[in-house]
Protein backbone atom coordinates (compact mmCIF):
# COMPACT_ATOMS: atom_id res chain seq x y z
CA UNK A 1 0.00 0.00 0.00
CA UNK A 2 2.96 2.18 1.22
CA UNK A 3 4.62 1.57 -2.26
CA UNK A 4 1.29 2.48 -4.07
CA UNK A 5 0.57 5.69 -2.57
CA UNK A 6 4.10 6.55 -3.09
CA UNK A 7 3.57 6.03 -6.83
CA UNK A 8 0.16 7.69 -6.55
CA UNK A 9 2.11 10.94 -5.18
CA UNK A 10 4.57 10.72 -7.94
CA UNK A 11 2.21 10.51 -10.57
CA UNK A 12 0.01 13.58 -9.23
CA UNK A 13 3.72 15.38 -8.75
CA UNK A 14 4.53 14.67 -12.79
CA UNK A 15 1.26 15.52 -13.50
CA UNK A 16 1.55 19.43 -11.50
CA UNK A 17 4.39 19.71 -13.26
CA UNK A 18 2.87 19.25 -16.79
CA UNK A 19 0.29 21.49 -15.86
CA UNK A 20 2.24 24.17 -14.87
CA UNK A 21 5.02 23.74 -17.66
CA UNK A 22 1.90 23.96 -20.30
CA UNK A 23 0.34 27.22 -18.42
CA UNK A 24 3.77 28.94 -18.71
CA UNK A 25 3.86 28.53 -22.58
CA UNK A 26 0.32 30.03 -22.20
CA UNK A 27 1.78 33.26 -20.58
CA UNK A 28 2.04 36.61 -21.86
CA UNK A 29 5.10 37.32 -23.85
CA UNK A 30 6.24 38.80 -27.33
CA UNK A 31 4.98 35.93 -29.22
CA UNK A 32 1.62 35.47 -27.90
CA UNK A 33 -0.64 35.57 -30.91
CA UNK A 34 -2.25 39.47 -31.78
CA UNK A 35 -5.87 38.18 -30.62
CA UNK A 36 -4.96 37.00 -27.46
CA UNK A 37 -2.81 40.31 -26.35
CA UNK A 38 -5.51 42.13 -27.38
CA UNK A 39 -7.82 40.79 -25.83
CA UNK A 40 -5.75 41.19 -22.31
CA UNK A 41 -5.01 44.60 -23.15
CA UNK A 42 -8.59 45.20 -23.60
CA UNK A 43 -9.59 43.74 -20.18
CA UNK A 44 -6.87 45.55 -18.72
CA UNK A 45 -8.17 48.69 -19.87
CA UNK A 46 -11.89 47.76 -18.59
CA UNK A 47 -10.46 47.15 -15.26
CA UNK A 48 -8.28 50.16 -14.83
CA UNK A 49 -12.18 51.71 -15.53
CA UNK A 50 -13.34 49.82 -13.07
CA UNK A 51 -13.85 52.08 -9.82
CA UNK A 52 -14.54 50.79 -6.24
CA UNK A 53 -17.74 50.73 -5.10
CA UNK A 54 -17.89 54.19 -3.22
CA UNK A 55 -17.07 55.27 -6.42
CA UNK A 56 -14.27 57.29 -4.53
CA UNK A 57 -11.48 55.60 -7.41
CA UNK A 58 -9.77 53.00 -9.51
CA UNK A 59 -9.92 49.82 -8.35
CA UNK A 60 -6.20 48.72 -7.06
CA UNK A 61 -6.94 44.75 -5.95
CA UNK A 62 -8.28 42.62 -7.94
CA UNK A 63 -10.02 39.43 -7.16
CA UNK A 64 -10.01 37.03 -10.06
CA UNK A 65 -12.55 33.58 -9.46
CA UNK A 66 -14.45 31.23 -11.06
CA UNK A 67 -17.88 29.57 -10.94
CA UNK A 68 -16.06 26.01 -10.77
CA UNK A 69 -12.15 24.72 -10.85
CA UNK A 70 -10.64 24.30 -14.10
CA UNK A 71 -11.88 27.43 -15.55
CA UNK A 72 -8.96 29.09 -16.09
CA UNK A 73 -8.49 31.63 -13.73
CA UNK A 74 -5.06 31.24 -12.34
CA UNK A 75 -3.98 32.12 -16.03
CA UNK A 76 -6.05 34.96 -16.18
CA UNK A 77 -4.96 36.14 -13.31
CA UNK A 78 -1.38 35.46 -14.31
CA UNK A 79 -1.34 37.79 -17.81
CA UNK A 80 -3.60 40.34 -16.00
CA UNK A 81 -0.78 40.62 -13.79
CA UNK A 82 1.56 40.72 -16.50
CA UNK A 83 -0.39 42.93 -19.11
CA UNK A 84 -0.35 45.47 -16.23
CA UNK A 85 3.80 44.92 -15.72
CA UNK A 86 3.90 45.48 -19.63
CA UNK A 87 2.67 48.48 -18.96
CA UNK A 88 5.07 49.92 -16.83
CA UNK A 89 3.19 49.54 -13.59
CA UNK A 90 4.43 48.04 -10.16
CA UNK A 91 2.53 44.76 -10.08
CA UNK A 92 1.74 42.19 -7.38
CA UNK A 93 0.41 38.57 -8.17
CA UNK A 94 -0.74 36.31 -5.32
CA UNK A 95 -1.63 33.05 -4.92
CA UNK A 96 -4.56 32.97 -2.34
CA UNK A 97 -5.99 29.49 -4.20
CA UNK A 98 -4.62 27.79 -0.24
CA UNK A 99 -6.39 24.27 -1.44
CA UNK A 100 -4.73 23.59 -4.94
CA UNK A 101 -1.33 24.72 -4.12
CA UNK A 102 1.74 23.67 -6.55
CA UNK A 103 4.31 24.57 -4.35
CA UNK A 104 3.11 24.08 -0.85
CA UNK A 105 1.05 22.64 1.73
CA UNK A 106 -2.70 22.63 2.29
CA UNK A 107 -3.33 25.04 5.63
CA UNK A 108 -5.30 23.33 7.93
CA UNK A 109 -7.59 26.64 8.22
CA UNK A 110 -7.12 28.39 4.35
CA UNK A 111 -11.11 30.36 4.74
CA UNK A 112 -9.94 31.47 8.85
CA UNK A 113 -6.31 32.61 7.61
CA UNK A 114 -8.33 34.54 4.68
CA UNK A 115 -10.45 35.68 7.04
CA UNK A 116 -8.27 37.53 9.66
CA UNK A 117 -7.29 40.54 10.48
CA UNK A 118 -3.80 40.10 9.51
CA UNK A 119 -4.55 39.40 6.01
CA UNK A 120 -6.76 42.39 5.33
CA UNK A 121 -4.19 44.40 7.08
CA UNK A 122 -1.76 43.12 4.56
CA UNK A 123 -3.98 43.48 1.46
CA UNK A 124 -4.40 46.95 2.75
CA UNK A 125 -0.53 47.68 3.66
CA UNK A 126 0.57 46.16 0.08
CA UNK A 127 -2.00 48.02 -1.96
CA UNK A 128 0.29 51.09 -0.79
CA UNK A 129 3.15 50.04 -2.36
CA UNK A 130 2.27 48.33 -5.64
CA UNK A 131 -0.06 49.93 -8.59
CA UNK A 132 -2.30 46.97 -9.01
CA UNK A 133 -2.48 43.80 -6.76
CA UNK A 134 -4.23 40.90 -7.94
CA UNK A 135 -4.89 37.77 -6.56
CA UNK A 136 -5.81 34.53 -7.49
CA UNK A 137 -8.49 33.03 -5.88
CA UNK A 138 -10.34 29.37 -4.89
CA UNK A 139 -13.72 28.76 -7.45
CA UNK A 140 -16.19 31.24 -5.22
CA UNK A 141 -19.28 28.22 -5.99
CA UNK A 142 -16.90 25.22 -4.47
CA UNK A 143 -15.42 27.27 -1.42
CA UNK A 144 -15.63 30.23 0.62
CA UNK A 145 -12.62 31.85 0.43
CA UNK A 146 -12.71 33.98 -2.75
CA UNK A 147 -16.34 35.05 -0.99
CA UNK A 148 -14.18 36.42 2.20
CA UNK A 149 -11.42 37.78 0.08
CA UNK A 150 -14.41 39.77 -2.02
CA UNK A 151 -15.79 41.87 0.57
CA UNK A 152 -12.19 43.81 1.73
CA UNK A 153 -10.28 44.07 -2.29
CA UNK A 154 -11.79 46.91 -4.12
CA UNK A 155 -13.32 44.46 -7.26
CA UNK A 156 -13.58 41.22 -7.89
CA UNK A 157 -13.49 39.33 -11.55
CA UNK A 158 -15.30 36.22 -12.39
CA UNK A 159 -13.77 33.54 -15.30
CA UNK A 160 -16.19 31.69 -17.37
CA UNK A 161 -15.38 29.09 -19.28
CA UNK A 162 -17.30 28.73 -23.00
CA UNK A 163 -19.10 25.60 -23.24
CA UNK A 164 -18.63 24.48 -19.51
CA UNK A 165 -20.09 26.95 -17.09
CA UNK A 166 -23.59 27.59 -16.76
CA UNK A 167 -25.90 30.10 -16.50
CA UNK A 168 -27.17 28.93 -13.55
CA UNK A 169 -23.65 28.81 -12.06
CA UNK A 170 -22.44 32.01 -13.13
CA UNK A 171 -26.01 33.59 -11.68
CA UNK A 172 -24.23 31.49 -8.30
CA UNK A 173 -20.79 33.19 -8.85
CA UNK A 174 -22.24 36.63 -9.19
CA UNK A 175 -24.75 36.26 -5.70
CA UNK A 176 -21.70 35.06 -4.03
CA UNK A 177 -20.10 37.91 -4.40
CA UNK A 178 -23.21 40.25 -3.53
CA UNK A 179 -24.09 38.57 -0.61
CA UNK A 180 -20.54 39.75 0.37
CA UNK A 181 -21.09 42.83 -0.57
CA UNK A 182 -18.82 42.98 -3.25
CA UNK A 183 -17.74 44.98 -6.20
CA UNK A 184 -18.06 42.89 -9.61
CA UNK A 185 -16.01 44.18 -11.88
CA UNK A 186 -16.56 41.86 -14.69
CA UNK A 187 -16.97 38.97 -16.45
CA UNK A 188 -14.63 36.83 -18.74
CA UNK A 189 -15.19 34.26 -20.65
CA UNK A 190 -12.32 32.09 -21.80
CA UNK A 191 -11.32 29.34 -24.06
CA UNK A 192 -13.71 30.43 -26.86
CA UNK A 193 -14.11 28.92 -30.59
CA UNK A 194 -13.59 31.88 -32.36
CA UNK A 195 -13.77 30.37 -35.59
CA UNK A 196 -16.80 28.46 -35.04
CA UNK A 197 -18.57 31.22 -33.02
CA UNK A 198 -21.36 32.72 -34.78
CA UNK A 199 -22.75 34.80 -32.04
CA UNK A 200 -21.76 36.61 -29.09
CA UNK A 201 -22.15 35.78 -25.42
CA UNK A 202 -23.22 38.70 -23.41
CA UNK A 203 -23.86 38.90 -19.62
CA UNK A 204 -26.51 41.28 -18.23
CA UNK A 205 -26.60 42.51 -15.05
CA UNK A 206 -29.34 44.56 -13.94
CA UNK A 207 -29.91 46.71 -10.79
CA UNK A 208 -26.71 48.51 -9.60
CA UNK A 209 -24.46 47.21 -12.19
CA UNK A 210 -27.05 48.54 -15.25
CA UNK A 211 -24.06 48.15 -17.93
CA UNK A 212 -23.05 44.83 -19.38
CA UNK A 213 -19.76 43.27 -18.71
CA UNK A 214 -17.62 41.17 -20.88
CA UNK A 215 -14.37 39.64 -22.47
CA UNK A 216 -13.81 37.38 -24.63
CA UNK A 217 -10.07 35.14 -25.33
CA UNK A 218 -9.18 32.34 -26.78
CA UNK A 219 -6.27 29.90 -27.69
CA UNK A 220 -6.37 27.61 -30.68
CA UNK A 221 -5.82 24.74 -28.69
CA UNK A 222 -6.76 23.23 -25.13
CA UNK A 223 -5.02 23.01 -22.17
CA UNK A 224 -5.19 22.27 -18.76
CA UNK A 225 -6.49 25.11 -16.80
CA UNK A 226 -6.63 25.67 -13.16
Do not use: H
Amino acid sequence: RLAMKRTTMRQNMKNKSEIIASNRKRLLNNDTPFAIREAYVKLRTGLMFCMTKDRDRACKTIAVTSANPSEGKSLTAANIAISYAMLGKKTLLIDADLRKPTQRTIPPNPSELLSSDRMKTFVAEIATRYDYVIIDTPPINTVADAQILSAFVDGVLIVAKSGTTTSDELRAAVDAVERAEGNLCGVVLNDLNMKSMRYSYKYKYGGKYGDKYGYKYSYADPYERR
